[in-house]
């Protein structure tokens, strides 16, 4: 069996790039915040202005509405899916508890058209494609907001302000 090297065969526009980009932002996160306790109550700074800058094959990423109250959840969100990319579904289905992704997943409805719903395999390329789009979109913001997450806390332990 052929093993990939990341670095060589990894193009900086793959799937695999933009994986590794957001698992060393979360490990990265992971290590830098050693008491995320401190998190809790500290609100999320706005990200509109850094969202939009990130780019996803030369396409802008828009903003996006954040679910999160604190940098706390924040925190607990991307450490979530970086566990869920690294160990997969089976460990959730395991342990019982399920996912934001598993949950938003199971909210989707089957594509419309003309009034019926898509039989399902009729259009594999069509569905994979979108859902590549998606995944690409989705891995760029939460890399951003990991990194994000990152340099805040830094900033604030460095001032002292998330101490109280």
């Known amino acids: 069996m052929m093993q990939l090297s990341n670095d060589t065969h990894c193009n900086k526009h793959s799937l695999l790039n933009v ?13 830098t915040i050693m008491v995320p306790s401190l998190l809790r109550d500290v609100p999320l700074e706005d990200q509109d202005s850094q969202a939009s800058v990130s780019h996803n094959n030369n396409n802008v990423v ?8 604190d940098m706390y959840e924040h925190y607990l969100l991307v450490k979530s899916l970086k566990n869920d990319m690294e ?3 089976l460990k959730r289905e395991m342990g019982g508890g399920a996912s934001f992704l598993e949950m938003a997943v199971k909210q989707e409805e ?19 494609h979108y859902h590549l789009h998606g995944l690409f ?28």
């Not at 089957?110 to 994979?128: C, I, K, M, R």
């Open 19 to 31: 994986m590794n980009r957001f698992i060393a932002a979360a490990n990265n996160m992971d290590e």
């Open 62 to 69: 828009p903003p996006f509405p954040s679910k999160q109250r």
């Open 87 to 89: 160990w997969g579904l």
């Open 110 to 128: 089957p594509p419309q058209v003309n009034g019926g719903a898509v039989e399902e395999g009729s259009d594999l390329e069509g569905q994979f």
């Open 137 to 164: 979109a989705v891995l760029s913001k939460l890399t951003v907001q990991a990194d994000h997450l990152t340099s805040r806390y830094k900033r604030e332990i460095g001032g002292g302000s998330l101490l109280r």
